[in-house]
C-alpha cells in the first residue's frame, strides 16, 4: 500500500474517533517519542498514529473503527519483547496499553490479584508482596514489562520449574476482539467448566488474536526462606544428574536451577569486576535456589544434598549464600550475563527449548556446522536448566546459515525454536522447524476466525495471507 493511501486511512480512523476518546488518547507526529518504534532488539518504521485507551470500553471503540477500515493495528505493552511483534511494520497505527496500568484488586482468600493489561510486572509484585503473597514469574525485564505483553508472549524467566510459565498464573482475563466484542473472564474461579475456556486464546498469541485489556492472575504464598548456591560441576552430565537428583531430594522446594557454560561464567564475573564465587576452570556452572515455609528443615535439605553432590563428585565447589544479600550477590551474576553480552556488540540470541535428555546430543550436532560456517563465532550458552530452556548467543555475521543449523538441530531432537521469547516477525520463517504444517494451517484458522481483517498484528508468528500484503498464497 501506498503512503498516501495509508495515511487517508489513518485519517479514516482518526475521523471515526472524534469525540469519543480524551485528548491524552491519541499522539500523531511529533508527539510520537522514539520509543514506539522498537521494542528491546531492534528500531522498526514510526508508527502512524498512538492510541492510548484508558479502559477496556476505549479499547472496544479503537478496534471496531480500525477494522472497519482496515487499519493495521500493532499492539504495545512495554515494549521489551525480543522477537519483533510488538515492533511497528511499515503503515501500522500503535494501540499502547500503557494507561490500562494498575491493580484493581487483591483476593487474599482465594489467592488472587486483578489488574490492568499496562501495569508493570514488578507492580504486580511489589502489590502481592504488600498482602505476604507471592507472585510466580520473575524476568529481568519486570520493571518495564506488562501484563498483557506477559500474556502475549507467556512469559517464563527463572522459576518456570517451580511455578510453571505465566500461562500457569492466568485465572482469566478480559479481552477485545479485532471487531470491538468485549469479553471478560475474572471471577477467578479455580473451577470452571462452563462451556469454553477462552481465555487461554489470548495467551502466547502474541496479539494475534485479541487485545487483553485487564487479566486476574494468580498469587502463591509468600516464601519464609529462599536461598541460592552457586555450584560448579566438571561436566554437562553432572547438571542434569543432579537436577535429576535434587527434584526428588527437594521436592516442593527448588525453585530455580540456571544453567552457565564456563566462558558465560568467568567473563560475566570478569566484565562486572567481581572474585569468582566459586572456582573458575569448572567444566559447568549451576545457579540453585530454593523457596520455602520452614527455614531450620529446609536449610538443613538444601545443605544436605548439596554436600551429597559434592560427596558424590556431582559437585566441585559450591557457595552457599547466608543472608539476603549473599542471595541478590548471587543473582547479580546470573543477571549480569545480560549486561556483559549487550555490552559486545550485537548479539543473535537463540532462545531454544531441547528436551533434557537430548542436550547433549543437539549441542554436538550444532557445534562443527556452525564452527565450519564461521570459525570466528563467539558463543556463549547459558538457560533455564530446569525447564530444558537455552539461551544460545553468539556474536557472528553469518546469521542466516547459522539459525537454519541451530534450527534444523531443534527439529533433529524434537525442540521448540522459541522457548519464551515468541515468535513474533523475527522467526517466523522458522516455526515449520517446531510446528507441523497442519498445526501452522489451524493456527491460520484460528487467526482468520477472530480477525478476519488481519487488523491485529498482521504477520506476527505467520505470514498474512498476500491480499494482506503478507506472502502467504490463498488457496
Ligand atoms: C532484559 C530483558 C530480560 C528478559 N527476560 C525474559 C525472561 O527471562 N523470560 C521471558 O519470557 N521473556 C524475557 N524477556 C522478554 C520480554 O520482557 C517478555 O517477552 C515480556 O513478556 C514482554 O512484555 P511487554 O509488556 O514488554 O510486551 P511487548 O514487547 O510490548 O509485547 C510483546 C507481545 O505481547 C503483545 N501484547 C502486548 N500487550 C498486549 C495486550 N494487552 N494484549 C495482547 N497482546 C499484547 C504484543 O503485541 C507482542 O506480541 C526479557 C526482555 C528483556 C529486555
Known amino acids: 500500500m501506498s503512503d498516501r493511501a495509508s495515511s487517508d486511512r489513518v485519517n479514516q480512523l482518526l475521523k471515526s474517533l472524534e469525540g469519543k476518546l480524551d485528548s491524552a488518547a491519541i499522539l500523531l507526529g511529533d508527539a510520537i517519542s522514539e520509543g514506539y518504534a522498537a521494542d ?119 522459576r518456570v520449574l517451580r511455578y510453571g510459565m505465566y500461562r500457569a498464573q492466568v485465572m482469566g482475563v478480559e479481552a477485545v476482539l479485532a471487531d470491538g466484542t468485549i469479553i471478560s473472564s475474572l471471577k477467578g474461579l479455580p473451577k470452571d467448566n ?133 542471595s541478590q550477590a548471587l543473582w547479580a551474576i546470573r543477571d549480569g550475563i545480560n549486561d556483559f553480552l549487550f555490552s559486545n556488540g550485537v548479539l543473535i540470541g537463540f532462545d531454544i527449548s531441547v528436551p533434557l535428555g537430548r542436550m547433549q546430543e543437539f549441542l554436538d550436532t550444532v557445534k562443527v556446522p556452525i564452527d565450519a560456517i564461521d570459525p570466528e563465532n563467539q558463543t556463549y550458552i547459558f538457560g533455564h536448566m530446569g525447564d530444558g530452556n537455552l539461551h544460545y548467543c553468539m556474536f557472528t555475521d553469518h546469521y542466516e546459515a547459522i539459525a537454519e543449523v541451530i534450527f534444523s538441530g531443534i527439529q533433529k531432537v524434537g525442540g521448540g525454536v522459541s522457548a519464551e521469547h515468541g515468535i513474533g516477525t523475527d522467526k517466523k520463517h522458522y516455526l515449520k522447524y517446531a510446528r507441523s504444517e497442519a498445526e501452522i494451517a489451524t493456527m491460520r484458522r484460528m487467526k482468520t476466525a477472530f480477525d478476519p481483517n488481519y487488523i491485529l498484528n498482521r504477520g506476527r508468528v505467520f505470514e498474512a495471507p498476500a491480499s494482506f500484503g503478507g506472502a502467504l498464497e490463498q488457496h
Open 40 to 158: 528491546a532488539t531492534a528500531k522498526g518504521a514510526m508508527p502512524l498514529a498512538v492510541l492510548r485507551p484508558r479502559n477496556t470500553q476505549d479499547v472496544s471503540v479503537i478496534l471496531a473503527a480500525a477494522n472497519a477500515v482496515g487499519q493495521p493495528i500493532v499492539v504495545q505493552g512495554g515494549r521489551t519483547g525480543l522477537s519483533g511483534a510488538s515492533r511497528p511494520e511499515a503503515g501500522e497505527v500503535s494501540l499502547s496499553l500503557e494507561r490500562l496500568n494498575g491493580v484493581d484488586a487483591i483476593d487474599k482468600a482465594a489467592q488472587t490479584i486483578i489488574a490492568g493489561a499496562g501495569t508493570p510486572m514488578q507492580i504486580i509484585q511489589q502489590a502481592a508482596d504488600h498482602e505476604n503473597l507471592y507472585f510466580g514469574v520473575d524476568i529481568g525485564a519486570r520493571g518495564t514489562a506488562t501484563v498483557g505483553g506477559n500474556i502475549g508472549t507467556n512469559a517464563g524467566g527463572i
Open 194 to 326: 462452563s462451556g469454553y475456556n477462552l481465555s487461554p486464546l489470548f495467551i502466547g498469541t502474541e496479539g494475534t488474536i485479541g487485545v487483553v485489556t485487564r487479566a486476574c492472575l494468580k498469587l502463591h504464598p509468600k516464601p519464609k526462606i529462599e536461598r541460592n548456591a552457586f555450584v560448579a560441576l566438571p561436566s554437562l552430565a553432572a547438571v542434569q544428574e543432579l537436577l535429576a537428583r535434587l527434584r526428588v531430594e527437594l521436592s516442593g522446594l527448588l525453585s530455580a536451577f540456571e544453567l552457565l557454560f564456563p566462558n558465560i561464567y568467568e567473563k560475566t564475573v570478569n566484565y562486572m569486576g567481581i572474585r569468582p564465587p566459586v572456582e573458575t576452570g569448572a567444566g559447568m556452572y549451576a545457579m540453585i535456589e530454593i523457596q520455602g515455609q520452614s527455614p531450620d528443615q529446609d536449610n538443613e535439605r538444601f545443605e544436605a544434598a548439596l554436600a551429597q553432590a559434592i560427596e558424590d563428585g556431582l559437585a566441585t565447589d559450591v557457595v552457599l549464600s547466608n543472608s539476603m544479600r549473599e
